[in-house]
């Protein structure tokens, strides 16, 4: 353990656990608890932080602006009503960008790398958290892909893992 470490009394693990958990928390706060997974996509390449996140309810894969879509059934169209009003998204998506932030701040702090990109899965009835982490830049040398391209491939592959 670096003397940096002891002083502080936190390493740099527990900043990013803490961080993680933030973000598992306030996205599964929008869905007040009733999904099954949540899949949470956090990027930062130069400059540029990028976050989103989507969700898996009732075994139908939906983003964050569809998820009134996966309780509607034919007996009973408004079963539950999600607040999805764009004030609550932003809110959401504020969230998750503080908290890159923090985690950019931590790597620096700590002398670490930045991941370019999470992927964290969270399966919400086993309380399991998962991750995945990339630290080669993904778009930054591309000039044609965006972040929500790559958001965009992983819900399709999610999505047609259901299937």
């Known amino acids: ?28 706060e929008y869905v007040e608890g009733k999904a099954d997974d949540i899949y949470i996509y ?20 939906v983003r964050k602006h569809q998820l009134n879509e996966a309780v509607e ?10 607040d999805i009003s764009r004030e609550r998204m932003s809110a959401l998506t504020r969230i998750g960008m503080d908290n890159l932030e923090l985690i950019h701040d931590k790597c620096q702090e700590f002398n670490r790398d930045m991941p370019t990109e999470l992927k964290l899965h969270y399966d919400i009835k086993q309380n399991k958290l998962e991750g995945n982490y990339r630290y080669d830049f993904v778009y930054s040398n591309d ?8 958001f965009n491939v992983w819900f399709e592959e999610v999505k047609n893992q259901e299937n």
Do not use: W
């Open 1 to 28: 353990m670096a003397l940096g470490e002891i002083l502080l009394g936190k390493t740099f693990e527990d900043y990013l656990s803490e961080a993680q958990t933030d973000m598992v928390a306030v996205c599964l």
């Open 143 to 150: 000039d044609e892909l965006l972040p929500a391209d790559i």
């Open 73 to 82: 059934s034919s007996q009973n169209p408004k079963a539950h009503e999600y």
């Open 42 to 61: 956090g990027s930062y390449e130069p400059k540029m932080y990028a976050f989103n996140v989507f969700y898996r309810i009732n075994g139908k894969v």
